[in-house]
């Protein structure tokens, strides 16, 4: 069985064409969390992603970068010769399945800050549960 599930958020805009028979084509990459990292090691992996049709038109209209979403799909090899005759290595992730895995108000005071939490307007005048 050939199955994955990766939560992360977008690293940039996906990237949409078409082929020639108008079947919508989306690339875009994936950031996961690592669970456990040690010392200067990188804390995130990051996936490429392809998706096809139906889905590829939900990325071209809904996804954006730093979005958070589930993606399921299956794991495929991308291997081949570069123009110096070398073998070049890959793994893409297929999209079968996208999911929002955050609100779009999350997604959007996320957004608007910049810095993962919302701004408190000046002219809040309760008091706030912490200093």
Known sequence: ???TILIGRLTRDPEIRYTDSGTAVARFS???DRRFHRGEEPTADFFHCTAFGKQAEFCENYLRQGVRMIVIGRLQNNNYTGHDGQKVYGVQVIVDELEFA???AAAEGR???GDGFLNVPEE???ELPFN
Request: hydrophobic share 45%; charged share 35%; aromatic share 6%.
């Open 1 to 3: 069985m050939n199955k």
């Open 30 to 32: 994936l950031a996961v």
């Open 102 to 104: 955050e609100s779009r």
């Open 111 to 113: 957004a608007a800050s």
């Open 124 to 126: 809040f005048d309760e």
